[in-house]
């Protein structure tokens, strides 16, 4: 930080805003759980993880967290690249197609999209086989109650024959809804271990949290995040949420610095422009009525 406070209060905003890897207790044993399955023997049965959570809960860094630290390995010197986990994102109303066009893309490898389905299922095969993938990562996972259920079906049914014919074992990342996906197939859901990520609140965990989020404050004046009456305000706030608290520092120290000030106090918090996540999720129902 020594080299970030006498920044401009632009480049201060940008470093906050930047994505950070903060430690707790829940998700370093998510991590030890995934690194279990990339020690995985091969095996007819692969064993895989549901990782679920609601909106903004921390479940894509958690997964962002262990493709950074498993990245691909361009292994100049062998036949092609070595990408021990590869991530994709379920596209909306996904189909076969949509699926293997995500891996393509992932692979960063060329196809053609008119291709009958069939040779797409070869060259991916192929492609996750020639990289040696060992974990399918599926963010997203609940974009898969979408399509009719025939569809449906399909896309389960290519995750399963994935993970069995290359051995690899398949996470799934998602809200509630993923974990409704998966208990539709009776083989994936005894698979797929769910795990759950934490609500925060108020104990030893959540103020060591707040002291991670205020040692990577840009503000040149101590926030005291960690005191009670502080640290409830942002609990209240984010509804116990990560991604919530880091987008509310966010807006926190963009306005701080925008009244040429150096410190985030209980006073500037309440008048943040700030929407709670339940009453955002409340106002989008009333929409669609």
Request: glycine share 6%; with cysteine.
């Amino acid at each position: 930080m020594r080299l970030i406070l006498p920044l401009s209060a632009k480049e201060r905003l940008a470093f906050m805003r930047r994505p950070k890897w903060f430690s707790y207790a829940a998700a370093d044993s998510i991590l030890d759980r995934l690194e279990g399955l990339l020690d995985y023997p091969p095996s007819h049965r692969m064993p895989g993880l549901q990782i679920l959570g609601d909106s903004n809960s921390g479940k894509t860094a958690v997964g962002l967290e262990f493709l950074a630290r498993h990245p691909m390995d361009p292994n100049l010197d062998g036949d092609a690249a070595v990408i021990p986990v590869l991530r994709i994102e379920v596209p909306p109303n996904p189909d076969e197609a949509r699926l293997y066009d995500e891996i393509f893309i992932a692979l960063r490898q060329p196809f053609r999209a008119r291709d009958p389905v069939s040779e797409k299922a070869r060259q991916v095969r192929a492609l996750l086989d020639s990289v040696g993938c060992r974990m399918l990562m599926l963010d997203e996972f609940q974009h898969v109650l979408g399509p009719r259920n025939d569809r449906r079906r399909v896309v389960m049914d290519v995750v399963k024959h994935l993970g069995n014919v290359l051995r690899l074992s398949v996470v799934v990342l998602g809200t509630t809804e993923a974990q409704v996906a998966v208990s539709k197939d009776e083989q994936l859901a005894n698979r797929l271990t769910p795990l759950w990520m934490p609500t925060w609140r108020m104990d030893g965990e959540y103020r060591r949290l707040l002291a991670s989020f205020e040692a990577t404050l840009p503000l040149r004046e101590p926030s005291r995040l960690q005191q009670r009456d502080m640290a409830a305000l942002i609990l209240g706030l984010s509804e116990g949420l990560l991604g919530e608290m880091r987008d509310l520092l966010c807006l926190a120290v963009a306005e701080a610095l925008g009244r040429g000030e150096e410190s985030i106090t209980q006073d500037l918090l309440r008048n943040v422009t700030w929407t709670a996540p339940s009453d955002r999720r409340r106002r989008l129902a009333t929409a669609r009525i």
